[in-house]
Every structure is written in C-alpha cells, then in structure tokens.
C-alpha cells in the first residue's frame, strides 16, 4: 500500500506495550503512526521525532478531544491503564476516530457495554488487542484440537503470572480494575475459551495470598484459581498470580492425546508438544517481536479499509469481563 493509503493510528499513552505496537506498526505496510498522545511532552516529543510524526500531533490528556480535526488520524490505539480505556474509546468514539483498544478491555461489563454503544452510535470499528488470537501457531494449536487430533476434548488448564513491582498502577484497584486475573489470568481465560469453542456456564474461583503483610497485596490478592464448566461437560482448571513466577501455560487433554502450549502467551517464542495415536508433534514459532503487534494492527486496519468487524470486537471484550466478574465474585472478592 502507498503512504497516503496507509490507516492512521494516535497512541494513547506511552509506556510498555504501546512501544511493542509502534515498532509493529513500524514494520506494517497497512499502518502508520500519525499522531501522539501523553502526560509527558518530552517523551512525547523524542518519540515523534522517531517516528516522523508532527509536533503538532501531540496531544495532552486534556486536550485530546481537539483530534476530531486531524484529518491524519483514522483510528486510536488505547494502551493506557485499564481505568482510562473507556473513557479515551469513548472521546475517540465521539472524535469519529475508530478504535483499538488494548485487554483488558474496561474494569466492568457495564463499561465495556458503554463503549460498544459509544462506537456504534459513532459509527466506528471497535478491537480488543487480544494477540494471541492473531499468532498463527495458536491458531494451527487450536485447528489441531478442532479437528479431533488428540480426540474429543475432556480438560483444558491454563496459567499466567509474575512477580509484580510494588507501586505501579497494576497495585492500584482503581487502575487496574482487579487483580492478576485482569491482566494475565485473562489469558488462559481466552485460551480456554478459543480451544473449547465454548462459553463456560459454570464459574468456581478461590483467592489467595501467600504474602500478607506485602504492600503490593494491600489492595488486591495475590493469586486467584477457577474452575470452569462448558456446555459440552470440558472443564478448564486455570490459575493467574502476581507473586511468583508462573510461565505462561496451557494443556488441552483429549480422549487419545495431549497437546500443549509453553511457553505461550509471549510475544514471541511460543511453542508447542503434542503426542496422540503414536503421533508426536512439536514446533515453535521462530517469528520476533513485534510481529504479533504489526499482525494485529493489520488486521484492524484492514477492517478500517474494508468495513470488516474485527475477529476480536468489543463483544469479545465484554465477553471476558462478564467472566472475571463472576470468577471474583465466586471467589468471595468484591470489586
Ligand atoms: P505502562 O505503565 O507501561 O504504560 C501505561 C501508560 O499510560 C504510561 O506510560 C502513561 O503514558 C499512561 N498513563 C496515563 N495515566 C497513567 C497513570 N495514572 N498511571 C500510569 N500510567 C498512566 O503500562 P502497559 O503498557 O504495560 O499497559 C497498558 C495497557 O496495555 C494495560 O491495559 C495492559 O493491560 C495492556 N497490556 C497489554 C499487553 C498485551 O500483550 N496485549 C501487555 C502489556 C500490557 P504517558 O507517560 O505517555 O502519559
């Protein structure tokens, strides 16, 4: 595609995972980054100039909604902490800007309900950034399970966690909504869900902590472990912390075989076993970061270009917060 061709995105906000999407945007022929929006100018300002963006698009917070009037910008990409997504897809909605939107997607269903009505009234394309469901080894995983390679499905079990920092925003319940299940355990929530083909009709969750006296758990707990019962009987057994190391897992069990995935959920680097009916398969996928984010940006902007609906809409987003809500309250933990 030519440069003028090209759909515009506005980052909104300037931390980790946006550098991940722009060096993937860097490396698209369907995106471009066009405009920038910050609490930090300076920051703002050398990123800019990396990018060859215009100084005079960069934004504050405050001044934000005057990007209606920038012909440059098609769409926003939202990679702000999870209590400012809805609020920024909502303005961008209302500045007639589409809008991809990083998980997860709001801390309440009733938000992720706003901001679906938000970009249906504004006539825009809404996109959670769920990565994994554009990786194309997940896909192949998932379209082995599909097709009866290790048998019909009895078990799946899925995990994510680190060992959180004290005293960022991902502490704090009224920026991140929660705690590791909005962040990570969201994976093994989705892989549960993308293996299964199924929507779970049966929630049963406990929360934990190991550390009690640790600032970082002051707010929230530390680890968080469901269960989950699908239309067909399968049940997911799927754990998420923010205290310890727990590599990015997943483990689907059939009537004559096993296929899993780990490391998974990374952005690059995500690798496959699997041994049924004296078959035996193994591969990892040898791509780099930031292909995962240039794949998902492409296919956004190829629904901006094309009128599609994203693979990963809103509904999709709001989907898993009407999950993670039951998984808190079954867990006794109140939001
Ligand atoms: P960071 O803390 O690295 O970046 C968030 C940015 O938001 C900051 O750099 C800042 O940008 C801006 N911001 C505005 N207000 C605040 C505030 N009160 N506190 C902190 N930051 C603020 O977070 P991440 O990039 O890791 O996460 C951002 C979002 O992306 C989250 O919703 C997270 O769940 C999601 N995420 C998704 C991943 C994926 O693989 N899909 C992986 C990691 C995160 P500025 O200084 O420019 O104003």
């Excluded at 100039?49 to 001044?63: H, L, Q």
């Excluded at 994510?160 to 920092?165: A, D, K, M, R």
């Excluded at 727990?246 to 075989?257: A, I, K, L, N, P």
């Amino acid at each position: 595609a030519q440069q003028q061709e090209r759909v515009g995105f506005a980052v909104i906000g300037l931390g980790v995972i946006a550098d991940h999407f722009m060096r993937g945007v860097k490396q698209s022929q369907r995106c471009k980054i066009t405009a920038l929006v910050s609490g930090h100018r300076d920051k703002a300002e050398r990123i800019a100039a990396e990018y060859g963006v215009p100084k005079d698009s960069i934004y504050s917070y405050e001044d934000f909604d005057r990007i209606r009037d920038n012909k440059t910008v098609q769409a926003v990409y939202v990679a702000l902490p999870n209590s400012m997504h809805a609020e920024y897809t909502i303005r961008a909605a209302k500045a007639g800007k589409h809008v991809f939107c990083e998980k997860p997607m709001a801390l309440s269903s009733a938000e992720c309900q706003q901001m679906i009505d938000a970009c249906k009234t504004a006539n825009v394309k809404l996109m959670i950034a769920y990565r994994m469901q554009y990786e194309p080894l997940t896909l192949k995983c998932i379209e082995m399970v599909r097709s009866g390679k290790i048998g019909d499905v009895v078990a799946f079990e899925g995990q994510f966690g680190f060992n959180i920092q004290p005293g960022v925003w991902r502490t704090k319940k009224a920026l991140a909504g929660g705690g590791s299940v909005y962040d990570v355990g969201i994976y093994a929530l989705q892989a549960a869900r993308m293996f299964t083909g199924e929507e779970p009709v049966e929630i049963k969750a406990v929360a934990s902590t190991v550390h009690k006296n640790d600032p970082r758990f002051a707010e929230m707990e530390e680890s968080v472990e469901w269960s989950m019962r699908f239309p067909s009987g399968v049940v997911a057994s799927c754990a998420s912390t923010y205290g310890g190391q727990m590599e990015g897992f997943m483990r689907v069990h059939g009537v004559s075989g096993t296929l899993e995935m780990g490391p998974t959920y990374g952005y690059d680097g995500v690798t496959m076993r699997g041994r049924a009916k004296g078959e035996h398969w193994e591969e990892s996928n040898p791509e780099k970061d930031p292909k995962q984010f240039e794949r998902e940006a492409d296919h956004f902007a190829e629904c901006v270009q094309t009128g599609r609906t994203p693979k990963t809409p809103g509904e999709e987003g709001l989907r898993d917060l009407t999950y993670i809500e039951k998984i808190y309250e079954s867990a006794g933990v109140k939001l």
